[in-house]
């Protein structure tokens, strides 16, 4: 199959790119990794065409009303990037880094990951670009509202189901679910996951994606005959994926030598008690000023000597600037996109273990098909049952993957990608294209 390999230069920009081809674009990134997949699979290439297309992007001007009675125009995305396999689904994130490309990769990654863990849903992402940090609850209530309002026509239970992401949360999805059902006339809790348990949230969900890099964290020290017990973690990033992660992992017998989030970065070899700082950083939302261990920089948390280096804050972490600097044996990569294609094959040739995001962090998605399954039938499960059901998921994608990279002979990325394309790949041609 015909890749086009040329080396990127300002005349050799693809149809869809706007901006031009960088290591830390993270469609571009994420585009890297799948050609690399795509061409082990040998896709025919019209599948290849469609694969590399999203299927929907949209985007939409948020007005809101401030406190100050001032109007702000706001930006937001909404991309649904392949929904061959079932209804699209992805979060939705608040930040002032969002942008087209962004969400484009983000729901691109969404389509391979919920093909990796083998879920019935395609992959989309929405996102607005704003500091939630600096809006009061009002007007993140009405930016909230009428984004929800701007993309409603793709929004719904069969056809596309958001959950949170970066600075979104329970209670954004709880207005995400109360717009959409103000729209149509009647609840449906069926449109948004990560909600409050209260309103039809998944028992589970909050800790699932944390939960699932610790499944899959354990199950890479088990294949290269590392002992749980003991082994040294370093987390970037204290949020929900991070501080939950840190927890299980120490509640498996690990030593959390290192936290970091946006404001600070924290080192203790003598392991963090990581139940004090989730309570400190509660209680003043950072930490900064944490009392115990010694203040570090985000880099040097990066470059620690653990075992695992867990990064789950944002993307573009791991580059070729950083990259020969790590001495982890493993990188469980909570984030999405955390490290870039060009760093991966520094990684490769230090020998370092990458559980890929795609895999790493599909626990989250897995439990937000189990609240999608149980608000769908009304009936809902104990939390040990979404977690054995989670656990099942986590195990059987992770030995998936690792046994198309024993038979590839690639690492644990390539792999991965290369199961989700074939799954989609799969149903796309027993579709057949709809004329
Ligand atoms: P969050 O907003 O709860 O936490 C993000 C954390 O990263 C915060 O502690 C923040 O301070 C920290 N951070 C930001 N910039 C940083 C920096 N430069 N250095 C160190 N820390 C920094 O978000 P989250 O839900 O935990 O998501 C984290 C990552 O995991 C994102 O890439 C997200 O897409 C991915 N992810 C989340 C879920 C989920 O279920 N929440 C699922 C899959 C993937």
Sequence with gaps: MAIDRRTPTNTIVGRDKETFLNEENPFEAMMLRFDKAAELLNLEPGLYRVLRHPEKQIIVSVPVMKDNGEVEVYTGYRVLYNTSRGPAKGGIRFDLQVTLEEVKALAAWMTWKCAVVNIPFGGAKGGVVCDPHSMSIGELERLTRRYTAGIIQVLGPDSDVPAPDVNTNERVMAWIMDTYSMHVGHTVTAVVTGKPVEMGGSLGRREATGRGCMIVTKQALEHLGMPVAGTTVA?????????????????????????????????????????????????????????????????????????????????????????????????????????????????????????????????????????????????????????????????????????????????????????AISRVATVHRLRGVYA
């Design 235 to 419: 987390v970037m990033g204290f949020g929900n994926v991070g501080s939950v992660a840190a927890r299980l992992l120490q509640a498996e017998g690990c030593r959390v030598i290192a936290i970091s989030d946006r404001s600070a970065a924290i080192h203790d070899a003598d392991g963090i008690d990581i139940d004090s700082a989730i309570a400190y950083s509660g209680e003043h939302g950072t930490l900064a000023g944490y009392p115990m261990g010694t203040v570090i920089s985000g880099a040097d948390l990066l470059a620690l000597d653990a075992d695992v280096l867990l990064p789950a804050a944002l993307e573009n972490v791991i580059t070729t600037r950083n990259a020969a600097s790590i001495r982890a044996r493993i990188i469980c990569e909570g984030a999405n996109g955390p490290t870039t294609a060009a760093a991966d094959s520094i990684l490769d040739e230090n020998g370092i273990f990458v559980i890929p995001d795609i895999l790493a962090n599909a626990g989250g998605v897995t439990v937000s098909y189990f609240e999608w399954v149980q608000d769908r039938g009304g009936y809902f499960w104990t939390e040990q049952l979404v977690n054995d059901r989670l656990g099942e998921i986590m195990v059987n994608s992770f030995q998936a993957v690792l046994d198309l990279s024993k038979e590839h002979k690639v690492n644990m990325r390539t792999a991965a990608y290369m199961l």
